[in-house]
């Protein structure tokens, strides 16, 4: 079974094409939406309700959130690195 995590309550999160706000928005996330994390990357650092920063989760091909929107409950990366 794959493990979900919550997205920050009250927060509509911007889904990126990579690990960066540099990146285009491909689509947004329900306030209460839950996520997959398939991999993990380091890319550009952000501050959100759950610190800050620089871990993105990859939640499907090409599509990347910044892990400070994610509560996986570590301050760490919880899945692989992506290649």
Same mark, same amino acid.
């Given at each position: 079974? =794959? =493990?979900?995590?919550? $997205?920050?309550? @009250?927060?509509?999160?911007? $889904?990126? #094409? %990579? ?5 285009? +928005?491909?689509? #947004?996330? /329900?306030? @209460? /939406?839950?996520?997959? +994390? ?7 650092? $952000? !501050? @959100?309700?759950? @610190?800050? =920063?620089?871990?993105?989760?990859? +939640?499907? /091909?090409?599509?990347? +959130? #910044? !892990?400070?929107?994610?509560?996986? %409950?570590? !301050?760490?990366? $919880?899945?692989?690195?992506? /290649?």
């Amino acid at each position: 079974m =794959t =493990t979900r995590y919550e $997205v920050a309550p @009250g927060y509509r999160v911007n $889904v990126r #094409s %990579g690990p960066s706000t540099k990146y285009p +928005i491909v689509r #947004s996330l /329900a306030p @209460g /939406a839950t996520v997959a +994390i398939k991999c993990q990357k380091y890319g550009e650092w $952000v !501050d @959100g309700p759950y @610190g800050t =920063t620089n871990i993105w989760d990859n +939640i499907a /091909a090409g599509e990347y +959130i #910044s !892990d400070a929107y994610v509560h996986t %409950g570590s !301050d760490g990366m $919880v899945a692989p690195r992506c /290649a």
